[in-house]
C-alpha cells in the first residue's frame, strides 16, 4: 500500500493499494464518524464495482445509500446535479454524512460538486476508477459542472476526505479510455519527471500502473499544494492543453477526446518550442513517439488558424496574451506568455 499525504487548507490522504475498494469501509471508517454514506456512480461504473464497495461500507458499520446517472460526459449537467441534491435530501442527509464518488473524472467532479454545495459543503470521499481520473481528477480539489457554452464552467475548490485508488479497476476500463488516461501520464513526465517519461518509453506502463500512478498522483500532490487555487504553478498541469482544447472544441467534442487532443496539443507545442530555440531540438519527436506508442494520436488536420482562435476563449486565457506551457527540456516546463496577436506565428512555425 502506498500512501500519499495532501497538505492542503483541509488535508488529506491518498492511499493506493491494488484491492483496496474491497477494503474501502475500513479506510472510511477511520476518518469519519458519519453514519450514513452516499455512493454517486455511473450506469458503467456502479454495476461493476457497486455491490463491492456497498459490500465493504455496510461491512464497517454505515447504512449505505446509492444514486446512480447515466455514465457520460453528456450527463455532466445541472440537472444531474439536481438529481443528486434530491437523493440527498430524500434520504435525509445532514452535514455530518458523507458522499462516496465511485467512477471516472465525470462521477468524480459532479459527486464533488454536488458535496460542495449540499448543505454549503458535506465531506466526500474519491474512489477513482479511470486512469485520467486516478492520476488527475480525484486529485487537487476541482469540481465542477458542465454548461451548454462549455465545460467545467461551474465549479468549486472542494477537498475530498480521502481519495482510495485502486488499479485493479483499470482491468475493466476500456483501451480508448486507457490511452485517454495515458495523455496525463505522459504530460506529467514532460512538465516535472524525466525519469517518469524515459521509465514509460522502456517499460509498458499497464505492466508497473501502480507504480506509475504513484509518481503521477506524487507530482500533482507537489503542484497542488503550493498553488491549491491556481493562481501560478499549478498551470503547468496546462501543458498542451491550450491548444488541446481548442482541438476539441473544434471537433465539437465528438470524435476527438480528451487525452487525444491533449497528445496533439503537447506535440504541437513542444514543436513551436523547438522553432524558437526554448525547447531542445527533438522534444517533440521524443513526446510523438511516446504518445504514439500509447496509443495516442499526434497530428490533427484542424487547420491551425482554427485552432489558434478557439485558443483565445479558453477560460484560462486572460487579456491580450496566452499563457502557455513551455518545456526547458523533458522533465522542466515553465509558464511562457504569447500575445494573442504574435499567437498565430509562434504556433505556425511548427509547420516550417
Ligand atoms: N477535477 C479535475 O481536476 C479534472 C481534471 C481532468 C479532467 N476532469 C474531468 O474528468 C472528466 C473525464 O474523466 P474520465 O475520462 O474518467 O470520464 P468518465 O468519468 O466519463 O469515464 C470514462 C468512461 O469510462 C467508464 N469507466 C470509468 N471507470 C471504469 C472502469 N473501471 N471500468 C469500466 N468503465 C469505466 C465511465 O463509465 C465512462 O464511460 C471530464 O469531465 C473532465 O472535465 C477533471
Ligand atoms: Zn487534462
Redesign the pocket.
Known sequence: MKKIHVATGRPYDIFIERGLIRHCGEYIRKITKSEKVMIIS?S??FP?YGETVRQSLEEAGFRVYTHVFL???QS?TLDTIAEMYHSLIGNSFTRKDMVVAL???????MAGFASATYLRGIDFVQIP??L??QV??SV?G???VDLPQG??LIGAFWQPVAVLIDPD??D???PH?FA?GMGEVIKYGCIKSEELFSTLETQNAKEIIEDIIFQCVTIKRDVVEHDETEKGERALLNFGHTLGHAIEKEHGFTDIS?GQAVAVGMVMIARAGEHHDITPKGTAERIARLCQKYHLPVTDNTPVENIVKSSFNDKKSTGSAVSLIVLDKIGVSRIFSVEKSAMLSFVTKEYV
Open positions: 455511473d458503467n461504473v461493476l455514465a457520460g460526459e455532466k467512477g471516472g473524472g465525470v462521477t468524480g467532479d476508477t479511470s485520467l481520473a488527475d481528477s487537487g476541482k469540481t465542477g465545460k467545467n479497476t483499470l475493466t476500463l476500456t479510455f485517454d480528451h
